[in-house]
């Protein structure tokens, strides 16, 4: 079973960073949406507790977190390739400051800018979760200029090199490094209201989102969370039991570890036994009563193990 299928929800931007991607590989997939707040309990069984979006599926096969997710789709489907200009190793890196400190910042800015509007249940919990414990969403207002005038500067250097190209970040061809600046325009253009407006001040940047919205996202069929939930119990991984003999942490196969996103606001831990370790990415075997026992991939940059977790 090589269908891929995607947990995620239609406001979130990270899934829209992975349903551009797989509109850049014109790929078919199949779409399930998830609760924007916790309780997610058709997506725990398949992650051991990751609750974030979005999440991959391919039979029993998770991938949690968009890192891990892109990374899986350029190894099984390597063409067109995420990295027509031949540059790799760059755009992971570039990945750090788009996820990282770049999508922070917008996050901030559409949380402040839309805090009367937002369900005091979900400010509370994104607020918990991406600001911390002692910060909450309206604390942002005040800090609202100075995160417009960090995300001007940026949209300065993308409008630049989208001036000297022409047409795409790196080149003359469509790939992750545009992905990883395109989702971050989507979500101040569609959730701040003051989006449109700001991004109007980038006319190389509006033309690059014309052409990335006009290429999709592949092929999409919708699927009920329980026929995932099936496919995931009727399948076995594909992964093969394997660790780097070189590993840093000494990690050996079958051991018991946990993964935590690193400087993240309180996901829980995901345990279980290590399947697979490399440099960039491990797979750990978790089992549930409703779908047996599944294989959760997660990135290693960004995440800590632990071992012996309990
Ligand atoms: N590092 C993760 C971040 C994912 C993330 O933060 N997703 C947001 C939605 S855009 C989320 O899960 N928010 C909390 C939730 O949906 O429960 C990735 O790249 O996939």
């Known amino acids: 079973m090589n269908n891929v299928i995607l947990h995620h929800y239609p406001q979130s931007p990270v899934s829209e960073k992975v349903r551009v991607a797989l509109g850049v590989k014109t790929l078919p997939w199949h779409s399930v949406i998830i609760p924007r707040l916790p309780p997610k309990p058709d997506l725990m069984p398949l ?6 979006a979005p999440v991959m599926q391919i039979g029993a096969d998770i991938y949690c977190d968009s890192q891990c997710i892109l990374r ?48 005091a249940d ?44 022409g047409a795409y970040v790196l080149g003359s061809e469509l790939g992750l490094g545009d992905v990883l600046f395109y989702y971050i325009a989507w979500f101040l253009r569609v959730r701040w209201p003051d989006g ?40 076995q991984t594909e992964t093969p039991e394997k660790i780097d003999p070189d ?14 996103p690193v400087g993240d606001g309180g996901d829980p831990v995901v ?4 399947r697979y370790a490399d440099r960039v990415s491990l797979a750990l075997m978790i089992t549930d009563p409703r779908v047996g026992e599944v294989c959760v991939h997660f990135p290693r940059v960004g995440y800590r193990v632990t071992r012996d977790p309990d």
């Open 47 to 52: 992650t051991g507790g990751y609750r974030r």
């Open 72 to 119: 899986e789709l350029e190894r099984r489907f390597p063409t067109p390739s995420f990295f027509p200009s031949g540059e790799e190793g760059l755009v992971w890196s570039l990945s750090r400051w788009t996820d990282g400190e770049l999508l922070d910042i917008a996050v901030r800015q559409v949380l402040g800018a839309t805090v009367d509007e937002l369900s």
């Open 122 to 165: 979900f400010a509370r919990d994104r607020g918990r979760l991406y600001l911390g414990p002692r910060q909450t969403v309206r604390d942002l207002q005040a800090d609202l200029p100075h995160l417009t005038d960090q995300l001007r500067g940026a949209f300065t250097w993308l409008e630049g090199s989208l001036r000297r190209t």
């Open 196 to 235: 449109a407006a700001f991004l109007a001040r980038f006319p190389a940047v509006e033309a690059w989102e014309r052409a990335i919205r006009a290429r999709g996202h592949g092929d999409v069929q919708t699927m009920e969370s329980a026929v995932a939930l099936d496919i995931a119990a009727e399948s």
């Open 247 to 260: 590993d840093p942490q000494g990690l050996r196969c079958g051991q018991r570890v946990g993964v935590v």
């Open 271 to 274: 345990c279980g036994r290590l």
